[in-house]
């Protein structure tokens, strides 16, 4: 089965600057999709970003941004401009072909005024 | 635009009693899902469902059981709750292809298991 890894427990960022989040995934599979969600803290998942792997150009969205290096397998979430409303906890989801879908642990991300 | 209703928000059960949590999707998604967050840590699979009439275990699936009733309602059975399971529980449900295939969430079941 698909592992999702996040390393970074915590993070916190200055406002107005940016911060990188970290992923990595373990897979035999070769088209698989790699999703980041936002969890404010109503609880809410909310969907920030997705990539498919047979693309090789990184998804942006607005001031998000991935780094996706399928070799390496890692799937690196950039916020830019961090804003007070960023702070939440950030998950990283795989989703394989057979529609199974994998999250990580998470990364408490707090934006600092 | 109701997306994806979990029944009931928050339940209080006694160890050895039996729960169904009910979750429904108006999105006509075949895919749905169900998961555990414990505080913390990130959601767990327990099972999901990739089209009617089918489902598969996910990570954690002891003690749980599940039923696709039909495309919309996915339902998640505790047949004998223990303290462990305390917990917050998740639905989901998704498109597939050509759509974007990412989970649209329920708002959460908090469960406590006394």
């Known amino acids: 089965a698909q592992t999702v890894t996040q390393s970074q427990p915590e993070m916190s960022v200055q406002e107005a600057e940016t911060v990188t989040l970290s992923c990595t995934y373990d897979t035999s599979e070769s088209n698989y999709y790699l999703f980041w969600y936002k969890q404010p803290p109503s609880r809410q998942m909310i969907l920030v970003i997705r990539q498919e792997a047979y693309k090789q150009q990184n998804a942006t969205e607005n001031r998000f941004s991935v780094n996706f290096q399928k070799a390496a397998k890692s799937f690196s979430l950039k916020i830019s401009d961090s804003q007070l409303g960023d702070t939440a906890m950030y998950f990283c989801a795989f989703r394989s072909n057979n529609n199974d879908m994998r999250f990580g642990a998470g990364t408490r991300l707090t934006v600092k005024p | 635009n109701a997306g994806v209703t979990q029944t009931p928000k928050f339940q209080v059960l006694k160890t050895g009693q039996s729960m169904t949590l009910q979750c429904a999707q108006d999105m006509n998604h075949n895919s749905m899902y169900w998961y555990r967050q414990d505080p913390g840590m990130g959601l767990r699979l327990i099972y999901y469902?990739?089209?009617?009439?089918?489902?598969d275990k996910g990570e954690v699936p002891n003690g749980y059981n599940v039923s696709r009733l039909n495309k919309r309602e996915f339902s998640l059975r505790l047949e004998s709750a223990a303290p462990s399971q305390t917990s917050v529980y998740f639905c989901?449900?998704?498109?597939?292809?050509?759509?974007?295939?990412?989970?649209?969430f329920g708002d959460g079941t908090r469960l406590s298991i006394l």
């Open positions: 469902s990739a089209s009617e009439g089918t489902t």
């Open positions: 989901a449900s998704s498109e597939d292809l050509p759509g974007g295939l990412e989970g649209h």
